[in-house]
Nanobody, 127 residues
Framework: QVQLQESGPGLVKPSQTLSLTCTVS??????????WSWIRQPPGKGLEWIGY???????YYRPSLKSRTSISRDTSKNEITLHLSSVTPEDTAVYYC???????????????????WGQGTQVTVSS
């Protein structure tokens, strides 16, 4: 079973870049038809899809976040990385990485929509 684990700083200052890593075990990030998404849940709100990187390295981002978002991968470490620049307090959320097989979910209703997901990591943007 594929397992995902998010890691990164819990506190980021406004205008800085948020960087999170998703470490994957039990499967390769280059496995055919796997799509690796980043999702977040702001306090008191629903899930918000941020973007994905596919098994072939292709990426696609939420249009409203596209100018600030970059998702990359390190195949030697089996890791997916999220960079979100110029953060504001509105970027405060629990951030998750998640896996889908063969499809991309851009409007998740629940984490259960995904084949597998991490436990999430809280990121607070504050000075």
């Amino acid at each position: 079973q594929v397992q995902l684990q998010e890691s990164g700083p819990g506190l980021v200052k406004p205008s800085q870049t948020l960087s999170l890593t998703c470490t994957v075990s039990g499967g390769s990030i280059t496995a055919s038809r796997y799509y690796w998404s980043w999702i977040r849940q702001p306090p008191g709100k629903g899930l918000e899809w941020i973007g994905y990187i596919g098994y072939s390295g292709d990426t696609y981002y939420r249009p409203s976040l596209k100018s600030r978002t970059s998702i990359s991968r390190d195949t030697s470490k089996n890791e997916i990385t999220l960079h979100l620049s110029s953060v504001t307090p509105e970027d405060t959320a629990v951030y998750y990485c998640a896996l889908t097989n063969g499809i991309v979910i851009v409007a998740p209703q629940s984490l259960a929509d995904f084949a597998s997901w991490g436990q999430g990591t809280q990121v607070t943007v504050s000075s």
